[in-house]
Nanobody
Framework: QVQLVESGGGLVQAGGSLSLSCAAS????????MGWHRQAPGKQRELVAT??????????NYADSVKGRFTVSRDYARNTVYLQMNSLKLDDTAVYYC?????????WGQGTQVTVSS
């Protein structure tokens, strides 16, 4: 089992910045990926950004809609993944979910609300 604890999020004006963090604990595999998905009201959950473990090369993957604005990173010693969100847009409003995935299972955080106002 893997437990994920998220923090960050909140309310920000368009053009502003926010950061999220997610700490994983439990049975952490050396080969894994962590990252973020989001779900806006009335829409399906979608990928935001992910980053693989160091043994897998620390490869990042971003949704086209956030490329150049969001940065995903990891503190491998702390099993923590971060999402730095800059130049936020109204369309970025959603519940953001942390995800941990390895060869056996996927785990989700409880979600944290990000609201971008005009």
């Amino acid at each position: 089992q893997v437990q994920l604890v998220e923090s960050g999020g909140g309310l920000v004006q368009a053009g502003g910045s926010l950061s999220l963090s997610c700490a994983a604990s439990g049975s952490i595999s050396s080969i894994n990926a962590m990252g973020w998905h989001r779900q806006a009201p009335g829409k399906q959950r979608e990928l935001v950004a992910t980053i693989t473990s160091v043994i897998s090369g620390g490869i990042t993957n971003y949704a086209d809609s956030v490329k150049g604005r969001f940065t995903v990173s990891r503190d491998y010693a702390r099993n923590t993944v971060y999402l730095q969100m800059n130049s936020l847009k109204l369309d970025d409003t959603a519940v953001y979910y942390c995800i941990y995935r390895d060869s056996t299972a996927s785990y989700w955080g409880q979600g944290t609300q990000v609201t971008v106002s005009s």
